[in-house]
């Protein structure tokens, strides 16, 4: 075997006998964008889409600063600091092929938690142009049933009291805009990059909320100034494993602390709204429209709710990953009758989009022996994800008399998932949630009161009151306590 060769900027022609490498030449570009979290999605897209262009030499001058805002992020912050911010992405396809590249278009990363002056200063400097967000879904800091801004948060409550100490993004977002606007300089773009129907108009909500509370002239100047288009983003990205590490070290050679792996779909659809310039992505295959609304709504509705699917019933069966989940009949037909019967009807038309060979391909990709996603990825943050990708479609069928049934019990799967947090048998599950406490709270009263989880009105909103829905929802629930089998309810229903 070659000894490894260590990932870092002086070893990069050595990699390059390994592996593609960048092609351009870095470190005289300036950082344009500035992105506030940097996960493996952000790393397998936008930062890909990046990379392609600057290979074509077609945004030699394009760079991204990465920004943590969690104290996690100093893991990255350390081995971007060693790696000289490079990293590999391995595309993983469904015939085991593995397609190795070293990723160059990230070439700063700074953290906020200590030093907030530093991000501030970063991006309120005339370089950048755009500052990017992938935060997820519970970032966006508002009810998920009001859709209304949290003021109750405390790190928000922190940051209108010292608006020099700012924490979450509204805090950093209007600091800088605050300092560019002072200094006369022209605005960034915002573009947020996660998966919230019209998430640039959400953010722009949240921002504008927040930033009139602390000053409303500048509310009023980051209304006119500011630009937030909507997009839609894909590719499927699951989490990092040792085995990843590994295979790259005595498969190729190289020694990467973090590298990305991910699937080799990859979709962006923007609206085509900046302030203050762009790199030409539609030269590396991003689509510029001039209504995402669509595009969201398919890919949420289809492909994040189909993952909560298999996710939620898949960790009651005990199926450890996605493709795990389609390698077994009765999650397939499942999830092809939720998709056909209660996701696809209220979609309606979509210009340019033939639905059925979307799904098709989107079962394709879930069955992707490589990519081994996890369902306690799937899972994580449902209370985030569920009132977005579900629970919108179940309310949406119960207004048009469409069929909730598939979607109901999901609902019951997961109210059983956060009280026992074992699997049908006996397994412990990782729950990962922000509110996983409060949850499990709900979830364990269902002995004695069956509707207790849809008590929760911040993700559930008044579906309670709704007597087609909590019949259903009953019958399911009651079944799931008597006996966590899922499949029998399952083949049931197909
Ligand atoms: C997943 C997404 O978080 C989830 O539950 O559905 O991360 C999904 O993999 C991406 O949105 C794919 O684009």
Redesign the pocket.
């Known amino acids: 075997m070659e000894i490894p060769i260590q990932l870092r900027q002086r070893n990069l022609q050595k990699v390059g006998s390994r592996i593609p490498v960048p092609k351009y030449k870095r470190g005289e570009e300036t950082s344009g964008i500035v992105h506030i979290g940097v996960g493996g999605?952000h790393r397998a897209h936008l930062a890909y889409y990046l990379h392609q262009l600057k290979n074509d030499s077609a945004a030699s001058v394009w760079g991204i600063c990465g920004v943590g805002l969690r104290e996690a992020d100093v893991k990255l912050y350390n081995i971007f600091k060693k790696q000289d911010h490079l990293y590999t992405l391995m595309v993983k396809h469904p015939n085991g092929k593995i397609e190795a590249e070293v990723i160059g278009s990230i070439v700063d990363f700074i953290m906020g938690t200590d030093t907030a002056e530093q991000v501030i200063l970063r991006m309120a400097s005339e370089e950048t142009k755009i500052v990017s967000l992938t935060i997820t879904e519970g970032g966006y800091n508002f009810n998920p049933s009001t859709g209304e801004f949290n003021f109750d948060n405390p790190d928000i409550q922190h940051e209108l009291q010292h608006p020099e100490e700012p924490k979450t993004v509204f805090g950093f977002l209007t600091a800088a805009l605050k300092r560019r606007r002072a200094e006369g300089l022209s605005a960034f773009t915002v573009l947020s990059c996660d998966?919230i129907e019209h998430n640039g108009d959400m953010l722009r909500k949240m921002l504008l909320t927040f930033a009139a509370a602390q000053d409303s002239d500048l509310a009023k100047w980051i209304a006119e100034e500011v630009c937030f288009p909507n997009c839609m983003?894909?590719?499927?990205?699951p989490v990092t494993t040792e085995a990843d590490v590994e295979v790259l070290t005595q498969a190729y050679g190289v020694d990467d602390a973090w590298p990305v792996t991910c699937e080799p779909f990859i979709q962006w659809v923007v609206e085509d709204k900046f302030s203050n310039g762009r790199p030409a992505f539609e030269k590396a295959g991003v689509q510029f429209v001039p209504d995402v609304g669509p595009y969201e709504k398919m890919k949420l509705r289809l492909?994040?709710a189909g993952?909560?699917v298999l996710?939620l019933l898949g960790a009651i069966h005990g199926h450890p990953t996605i493709n795990a989940c389609m390698e077994d009949e009765t999650f397939v037909i499942y999830l092809r009758a939720f998709l056909d019967n209660e996701a696809t009807p209220i979609l309606g038309e979509i210009e340019g989009i033939n639905l059925k060979d979307y799904k098709d391909t989107l079962l394709e990709r879930f069955a992707n022996p490589n990519i081994k996603?996890s369902i306690s990825?799937?899972c994580s943050e449902s209370s985030a994800?569920l009132p977005k990708f579900l629970i919108a479609t179940l309310q949406d069928n119960l207004a048009t008399a469409g069929s909730i049934k598939f979607a109901t019990l999901v609902i019951a799967a997961w109210c059983y998932y956060s009280d026992k947090g074992i699997d049908r048998n006996g397994n412990p599950i990782e729950i990962i949630d922000a509110r996983s406490i409060e949850l499990h709270q709900a979830a364990k009263k269902t002995n004695t009161d069956t509707l207790a989880f849809l008590r929760q009105e911040s993700l559930f909103g008044n579906l309670i009151e709704n007597k087609e829905f909590t019949k259903l929802y009953t019958e399911k629930v009651q079944k799931i306590y008597e006996d966590p089998n899922i499949k029998n309810y399952m083949n049931n229903m197909i």
Do not use: E, P, W
């Not at 983003?233 to 990205?237: F, G, K, Q």
């Open positions: 999605f998966n983003v894909d590719r499927i990205t492909l994040n993952h909560s996710g996603d990825r799937i994800k």
